[in-house]
T-cell receptor
């Protein structure tokens, strides 16, 4: 079965601390993995995807096929990073997304 | 183009009533999706269209739910005989299908319609 697991509902850190939001997936083929973010009172938006291998707003995520993980990392958290973060996967040849339950990141000053 | 628009933003209805939501996608996007999100959960896929064709429906979409996308532009999602369990945020998103995607990847989500069934 296709599944995305985000084990942490809430992650609280102080400004400047490193952040790692965990994501594990279950999928039999080669999925595409994404991180979506929802800031307060804003709509859900794409943060990054594994294919692009880019850093957005200081965040990176590496796909580890052996551990079936796609953890989101940032070396120094900022207060404006406070938001809800969702990991998602889609199968090849389809754009249907399967989301995890999300992790709320709180960055304290 | 102001992105994906959903109407209404909020809907309160009595159990047993029918409701209809509308989604206007980004004009050049040929795919349109409906998701449902309940408290504490991530969005769950309901159905999607490529142009006017409905290509996939989730088993979450019971017979009381119907979605249309006439002429491949806006879409409507109707829920008949609403139940309290239908209370959720209904999200619409649009995208370009793979072959046409290029650099414009990823969904653009609307702000959602929050349905409360009392």
């Amino acid at each position: 079965a296709q599944r995305v697991t985000q084990p942490e509902k809430l992650l609280s850190v102080f400004k400047g601390a490193p952040v790692e939001l965990k994501c594990n997936y279950s999928y039999s083929g080669s999925p595409e993995l994404f991180w979506y973010v929802q800031y307060s009172r804003q709509r859900l938006q794409l943060l990054l995807r594994h294919i692009s291998r880019e850093s957005i707003k200081g965040f990176t995520a590496d796909l580890n096929k052996g551990e079936t993980s796609f953890h989101l990392k940032k070396p120094f958290a900022q207060e404006e990073d406070s938001a809800m973060y969702y990991c998602a996967l889609s199968a090849l040849n389809t754009d249907k997304l399967i989301f995890g339950t999300g992790t709320r990141l709180q960055v304290f000053p | 183009d102001t992105g994906v628009s959903q109407d209404p933003r909020h809907k309160i209805t009595k159990r047993g009533q029918n409701v209809t939501f509308r989604c206007d996608p980004i004009s050049e996007h040929n795919r349109l999706y409906w998701y449902r999100q309940t408290l504490g959960q991530g969005p769950e896929f309901l159905t999607y269209f490529q142009n006017e064709a409905q290509l996939e429906k989730s088993r979450l979409l019971s017979d009381r739910f119907s979605a249309e996308r006439p002429k491949g532009s806006f879409s409507t999602l109707e829920i008949q005989r609403t139940e309290q369990g239908d209370s959720a945020m209904y999200l619409c998103a649009s995208s370009l299908s793979g072959a046409r995607r290029g650099q414009d990847y990823g969904y653009t989500f609307g702000s959602g319609t929050r349905l409360t069934v009392v």
